[in-house]
């Protein structure tokens, strides 16, 4: 369902009567989560002067995305209402960004009155899933990113985007669309970069800083990944990363993004898989180029989901590899005991 003038004037009513708006986006962000957070917020610095903007997350931005303004300003989520200095105010305004639910934000247990109707929020975001739990919801799947949405209700509000805004925003879609390669790079799409790039967004350094650039540990990492590919019977790539993966190499979590695309790149393959262990869960993140395969459906039956051909999940526990042998002879194929 696309947003319409009134969605876009009901949640700047409840913007305007606020005293702060804290923007929130989901843990172990990506480029949509950041840019449409940090661009959304810089609206509203424009357009409400008189009401404070503030940015959080679980987790820290990467530092691919520190050259995104005002991406350092984001801070943890702050403590609950009535919890000391810096603590929500029941009169606060909470926008979660790129959040297809909310567990997702990792506030559902930690500040739980934020999605019980005790604070007022506002929910922008384009996954198809999305429950509609803000107390106003600007959630479009039809859509390729948050950016986008957030693109959408400026120009519903008539709200000139600003250079920096437009950088955070074209990062959004860039990321989002796999640099305009992937099914859902739509000709609305191009019609959104080419107003982001008018208003004066920086592409080269979004380029530079997302696809161009690559940290010695993010390599090792990746090289890991791509060892490991595995194919199954059910015409699956499938890689996994452990925990020690990530100590040996000196990664961070946040530097698998981007892999699944290359492991998604084995010809007729009908899906890929990375699976990579984080602080006692195991994420998966599934792809797939193919139009007779959902990957949400996959991830849903994990409780995880997402888009069609873009989906993930995540699990409690650990990896644990597994090989199997085979004897074959031209009559009867045996299988040998597995090795654990």
């Excluded at 161009?212 to 090289?223: F, Y």
């Excluded at 602080?279 to 990957?295: I, M």
Aim: charged letters at 20%; a negative charge; hydrophobic letters at 40%.
């Amino acid at each position: 369902m696309p947003i319409v003038h009134a969605d876009a004037a009901a949640a700047l009513d409840l913007l305007s009567h606020a005293r702060t708006v804290r923007c929130v986006c989901h843990r172990n962000p990506d480029g949509d989560a950041i840019g449409a957070m940090l661009g959304c917020g810089l609206l509203l610095e424009t357009y409400l002067p008189s009401v404070k903007v503030t940015f959080h997350c679980v987790d820290a931005i990467p530092d691919q995305f520190h050259f995104l303004p005002a991406a350092l300003r984001v801070t943890k989520v702050p403590p609950p209402p009535g919890a000391g200095n810096n603590a929500m105010e029941k009169d606060d305004i909470i926008i979660f960004f790129d959040s297809g639910e909310p567990k997702l934000t990792e506030l559902d247990r930690s500040h739980p009155q934020l999605f019980d109707g005790s604070v007022r929020t506002i929910n922008i975001d384009h996954h198809p899933g999305n429950p509609h739990y803000g107390t106003i919801n600007l959630v479009a799947p039809d859509l390729c990113s948050s950016c986008e949405v957030v693109v959408r209700m400026a120009e519903l509000l008539q709200w000139t985007i600003s250079a920096d805004v437009a950088t955070c925003l074209l990062t959004g879609v860039y990321t989002d669309t796999g640099g305009l390669l992937h099914s859902n790079t739509t000709a609305r799409v191009y019609r959104t970069v080419a107003e982001l790039l008018r208003a004066g967004a920086r592409r080269q350094s979004i380029v530079t800083a997302i696809f161009r650039t690559a940290e010695l540990s993010t390599l090792r990492l990746w090289g890991r990944v791509m060892e490991k590919v595995t194919v199954t019977e059910e015409g699956g790539a499938i890689s996994a990363v452990t925990e020690g993966d990530f100590r040996a190499t000196g990664a961070e979590y946040s530097a698998l993004t981007g892999a699944i695309d290359y492991v998604n790149a084995v010809p007729g393959m009908r899906f890929s898989l990375i699976l990579s262990e984080r602080e006692g869960k195991v994420k998966g993140s599934l792809r797939t180029l193919r139009d007779d395969v959902d990957v949400s459906a996959m991830a849903g039956k994990f409780s995880g989901g997402g888009h069609r051909k873009a989906a993930g999940f995540a699990l409690p526990g650990k990896l644990k590899p597994e090989m199997r042998w085979k004897v074959v002879d031209d009559d009867a194929p045996s299988q040998l005991p597995t090795s654990h």
